[in-house]
């Protein structure tokens, strides 16, 4: 059986924690991502089953998923996503049936990418 070769090619995934910068009158002045890894990814169109992992009314455009190949050890509730310099939650991580790819449900966070 001939095996397919994805190349993901649509862009590059940055995954790491949040860290806030401030100014010397420790005013918020923006974030960085300290970066744990890196990852290409190919976008995926959210399916009507997906749906519902997003009905918590936030804006439906800010929505993404994406597919990549798979990482152990990546936590939603910690780490964040960057993507051409916005910022993304992890909603959801899914694994394929072979676990050697994984999709990412993102949601995009506004008040990291207000400053």
């Given amino acids: 059986m001939k095996r397919r070769l994805t190349n993901f090619t ?6 790491g ?8 009158l420790k005013e918020k002045i923006g974030f960085d991502l300290i970066e744990a890894g890196f990852l290409f990814f190919d976008y995926k169109q959210i399916r009507q089953e997906d749906e519902e992992l997003f009905d918590s ?7 993404l998923k994406v597919e990549t190949f798979f990482v ?3 936590d939603k509730n910690i780490q964040k996503v960057a993507i051409n310099d ?14 050697q790819k ?3 449900y993102l949601t995009k966070e506004g008040n990291l990418n207000e400053i």
């Fill in 102 to 104: 994984m999709f990412w």
């Fill in 72 to 74: 152990p050890g990546i």
């Fill in 17 to 24: 924690t949040i860290k806030t910068k401030r100014n010397e």
């Fill in 86 to 99: 916005d910022y993304y939650e992890i909603e959801y991580i899914d694994l394929s049936t072979d676990r």
């Fill in 10 to 15: 649509d862009g590059v995934l940055h995954y």
């Fill in 57 to 63: 009314g936030k804006d439906q455009t800010s929505n």
